[in-house]
């Protein structure tokens, strides 16, 4: 439930390719998106690789090339990562050609993803420049959890009434993978575990739609504002217990303790 603190500056790295033949992640503890991709360093979208420009030069490309079969999502994958983190930072201009370099693609799959993240508000297009980081209010933050709190709470409230106990000490496994990242600090897998939590959780109405459509503002509830101070490693303990308390008073029926942790999740929490 991260919700409209700044970004951690212990957070791992958000991209790290894998070795042929690997799964699929977008690795915690990947290398920086560079200094070198933010668009005020570069002269424009197009790619110039008959001369090369003095910071798609200094761009390090990957170890290891990204498997292409599915380039895309793991390009939206670690800008995801990267907006979680506070590496892309908010009001930066990011080039789609050095960050390919940087990734070891064309710039056509990252272009690609970071159209979507327009679509998702969380960048806008500069033309021949790039993309923009969306800088974010307090205002809209306290937007999306008023619209999640409508969403989720009478959902929970109707599934604490009828949902047994044994289903919900399934989902501990998943609370305490929000507490471990919590305990390191790591705000990216925080944020990830988090979403896997709530999408869980709300899994158990059986309604897709409600499932996808909180997972997308939870998400976006997540990037965090341009000046509000740093989220410390005791906000994001605090947020993950109440994660294990939930599901205590779920198992419990306890419905007013349910209802009660519910709301201040979404008013007082870290992510």
């Given amino acids: 439930m991260e919700q409209g603190r700044a970004r951690d500056a212990a957070v791992p790295r958000p991209y790290a390719p894998e070795a042929p033949g690997m799964p699929e992640t977008s690795a915690p503890g990947a290398r920086r998106v560079p200094e070198q991709a933010r668009g005020e360093h570069t002269h424009g979208e197009q790619d110039r690789s008959d001369c090369p420009s003095r910071s798609q030069t200094q761009a390090q490309p990957p170890s290891s090339p990204i498997r292409r079969h599915s380039v895309r999502g793991q390009i939206l994958d670690a800008l995801r990562t990267a907006l979680v983190s506070g590496e892309l930072a908010p009001g930066e201009v990011y080039s789609a050609p050095v960050l390919g370099e940087r990734f070891g693609v064309s710039a056509t ?33 306290a937007e999306l959890a008023e619209v999640r709190a409508l969403l989720e709470v009478p959902v929970m409230l109707r599934l604490a009434r009828t949902v047994s106990a044994e289903r919900w000490a399934e989902l501990v496994p998943l609370a305490e993978a929000t507490g471990a990242a919590a305990a390191v600090g790591d705000r990216a897998a925080y944020a990830e575990s988090d979403r896997a939590f ?7 109405s059986g309604n897709q739609q409600l499932v996808m459509v909180a997972d997308d503002l939870h998400r976006r509830s997540q ?19 109440e994660h294990s308390a939930l599901l205590d008073a779920l198992m419990a029926r306890d419905l007013p303790v349910v209802q009660s942790l519910i709301r201040e999740h979404f008013t007082g929490s870290a992510g």
């Fill in 223 to 241: 990037w965090p504002l341009v000046s509000a101070p740093a989220v410390r490693r005791a906000d994001l303990v605090a947020d993950a217990a």
């Fill in 198 to 204: 709530h999408r869980a959780l709300l899994a158990l």
């Fill in 109 to 141: 799959p990252v272009r690609e993803a970071m159209q979507q993240l327009a679509l998702e508000g969380a960048v806008e297009v500069v033309l021949n420049r790039g993309f923009r980081v969306i800088e974010r209010s307090a205002r809209e933050l």
